[in-house]
């Protein structure tokens, strides 16, 4: 028993050591054009951080769509944020003065199993839905969004 015991303490304190930071930079210019976050679309497993890094300034991080249940945030200007996903699904993110002009951005969380939850199908069609209509908001780079949705979807089902 004494054994079995140590085994679990031994598991439960490496067990943060499995999870990955990711990094996400906040850019004036990037791949994807002006005002982007980059990468703008991102895989990562339940329980991994993503810091969002203010490389430029006068930016923020801030979650507009989240799982149920998630716990959504909203990040300082011009201030890293680390954010620790808990909750399997699709987050959509934004920079809050710059999202007339597309910065957006969004991420998978994968639960770890086979057949993945993270995108069953009445979910992925609430994000999907939530993004066709948010992009009202856009002056510029209309089709950002559409296209990081699309590209995370092509990647689940190649």
């Known amino acids: 028993m004494k054994k079995l015991a140590t085994l679990l303490t031994v598991f439960l304190l490496t067990m943060p050591a499995l999870a990955e930071e990711h990094i996400v930079k906040m850019l004036n ?35 507009i769509f989240t799982p149920p249940g998630a716990t959504p945030w909203k990040g300082a200007m011009s201030r890293d944020i680390s954010v620790t996903l808990d909750t399997a699904g699709v987050y959509i993110y934004e920079c809050t003065p710059h ?32 993004a066709k209509t948010y992009k009202s908001k856009f002056v510029m780079n209309n089709q950002r969004l559409d296209s990081y949705v699309d590209e995370l979807l092509s990647k689940f089902f190649e």
């Open 29 to 63: 210019s990037g791949k994807d054009g002006m005002m982007v976050f980059e990468p703008g679309v991102l895989s990562v497993n339940k329980g991994d951080t993503v810091k969002f890094v203010a490389t430029d300034m006068a930016h923020n991080s801030a979650s």
């Open 99 to 130: 999202n007339m002009m597309a910065m957006v951005g969004v991420i998978q969380v994968k639960d770890g199993m086979e057949l993945d939850m993270s995108l069953d199908s009445a979910y992925v069609n609430a994000a999907d839905t939530f």
